[in-house]
């Protein structure tokens, strides 16, 4: 594991990995989706500088190539299901949205 368990992806980073998830779901065999270019500036700027994004795509069967040409790509090997990758990034978004429930108690509790 890259991060500690208790790290959260951000709530942007959890939106474009849940779209991922989507179309791999609903395409499970088309490598247009299982592919996702590194460089990619949406993808690099949300995901993939966000740790525990990136940790969340490897525990879920995501793999890193450096063999496409336009550069590095995180892959979904076709014999990986997406069970798993939809079941962790909802498991995130449910631990996302209890953390925020958690710090918003605590911020009022201070202030009163």
Not at 36 to 65: C, M, P, Q, Y
Not at 85 to 102: C, G, K, N, Y
Request: one cysteine or more; aromatic letters at 6%.
């Amino acid at each position: 594991m890259l991060v500690e368990p208790t790290a959260l992806p951000s709530p942007q980073a959890l939106a474009l990995l849940h779209k991922y998830c989507v179309n791999i779901q609903r395409d499970p065999a088309n490598p247009k989706f299982r592919r996702i270019r590194v460089l990619n500036k949406k993808f690099h700027k949300t995901v993939w500088s966000d740790l525990a994004a990136r940790t969340l795509l490897v525990e879920v069967g995501f793999v890193l190539e450096d063999t496409d040409p336009e550069g590095p790509c995180v892959v979904l090997p076709i014999d990986e299901t997406s069970a798993p990758f939809a079941s962790a990034i909802e498991d995130a978004l449910v631990m996302h949205e209890a953390r925020a429930s958690a710090l918003a108690i605590v911020e009022a509790l201070r202030t009163t």
